[in-house]
Every structure is written in structure tokens, then in C-alpha cells.
């Protein structure tokens, strides 16, 4: 529910910009946006072994969600690009296993060091609409995507890769979509930044913008 109340706040926001008659972009540009995204959801909703009983040792390291978007406008108002999107998430601890020993009767503890590399890549094609707003500089847009969705997945028990089975709920579905509003603010001709919110992707990113 917060995701969406965001998001809609910065639709607000963009809507009551129109009453404007600049174009921060024309028919003809093309913008090239790198940034830098959070929260890493594959952190927030996967990253539990922390809390098992049979683990020591757990740490994770996550990057991203990072990208590039690029778009072509087709008019001063719409544009056709693509969203290419990467994160990762990577955990590494010691499972403490019980294996009886039938010589001595007995339990032993057998300890099993893990690692494991999660890798998300999705592949997007993007449609925005522009605003018109009253600073030149200034570029606000809505926009939606559709495209791939891809899983990475890699587990090692002792530095040896093996089939990951602990994990199987980390598949998802081939395709990803997305909705958003964003703005970018330039400071020369061709040099500015962008913010961005989102669903289906990075909820907030943040980078430069280049435009050619």
C-alpha cells in the first residue's frame, strides 16, 4: 500500500505540472539515464537464514537493483525505450547438521560451509508520456514497460556447486512489468539528473541523465 500511495504522489505531482507550454525534450532526442535503485527486494524478502536454527556465521551482501533506460521520442510528447535492470543478492554461513554414526552409537555434527549467488536480470520495453511544464529544463513523464524476467540461482557446499533445492519458491514468472512516474532536470544541453518511483522494479532510483 505504501508502494502505491508513492506512486501516486508523484503522479500528483506531474499532472498538476501541465499547464505549461516548454519541452525539456523534442521529437528527435534521445536520453540515455544510468541510476541506482533501492530497496533490494530480493534482500528484504529472501534474506531469512539468519534466523535458522541450524546456522552460524550468516552474512549477505546485496547490489543494486542498477540500471540503464533508454528512450527515442517519437513526438514532443511520447517516447519508446528500454529498461534494463540488475540486482544480486549473495549469503554465505555454516550448516550444522546432525549425522548419526552407528560405530559409536552416537550423533555427530557435521558442519558444511555454503554460498549462495542470486542474479536478477530484467529486460524491458518502455513507453512514456511526457508533460509539458513551465521550466525548460525540466522533463516529467509517465511511463509503462513490459519484458523478460530472468533468475540467476548458484549454491557451493564446500566450495563445490551443487543443485540448489532449498531454494525452489525463489522461482518466478519469465515476464516483468512495470509502471511508473519520474522526472529529469537538466543543467546544459545535454547533462542533467533523474528520480524515479516505481512498481516492478526499483521502487526509487536515482542517476544522471544524457541526452543526445
Known amino acids: 500500500m505504501q508502494r502505491i500511495k508513492s506512486v501516486l504522489f508523484i503522479l500528483s505531482f506531474v499532472l498538476l505540472a501541465q499547464k505549461a507550454h516548454a519541452q525539456a525534450n ?5 536520453i540515455v539515464d544510468p541510476y541506482y535503485g533501492a530497496p533490494n527486494l530480493d534482500r528484504l524478502l529472501w ?6 536454527t541450524n546456522v552460524s556465521g550468516y552474512a549477505s551482501k546485496s547490489i543494486g537493483p542498477f540500471g540503464i533506460r533508454g528512450e527515442y521520442m517519437l513526438s514532443d510528447q511520447f517516447g519508446l525505450g528500454f529498461d534494463l535492470i540488475y540486482a544480486t543478492l549473495r549469503t554465505s554461513y555454516t550448516e550444522i547438521d546432525s549425522v548419526y554414526n552407528s560405530s559409536t552409537d552416537s550423533f555427530d555434527a557435521v558442519k558444511t560451509d555454503v554460498e549462495t549467488k542470486n542474479r536478477r536480470l530484467r529486460m524491458q520495453l518502455r513507453f512514456n508520456y511526457h508533460f509539458a511544464v513551465s ?6 513523464y509517465m511511463g509503462v514497460g ?5 533468475r540467476f540461482r548458484s549454491r557451493l557446499e564446500n566450495g ?14 519469465p515476464v516483468s512489468f512495470r509502471i511508473c512516474a519520474g522526472m529529469r532536470y537538466y543543467f546544459s ?5 533523474n528520480a524515479e ?3 516492478g ?3 526509487i532510483s536515482a542517476g544522471l541523465s544524457f541526452r543526445l
Open 160 to 173: 563445490v556447486e551443487v543443485e540448489d533445492t532449498d531454494n525452489l519458491e525463489l522461482a518466478v514468472i
Open 135 to 140: 521550466n525548460p529544463n525540466l522533463d516529467a
Open 26 to 30: 523534442y521529437m528527435g532526442s534521445f
Open 189 to 193: 544541453p545535454f547533462v542533467g539528473i
Open 197 to 199: 518511483l516505481g512498481l
Open 47 to 52: 534474506d531469512t537464514g539468519s534466523g535458522a
Open 146 to 150: 513490459a519484458g523478460s524476467n530472468t
Open 201 to 203: 522494479g526499483p521502487l
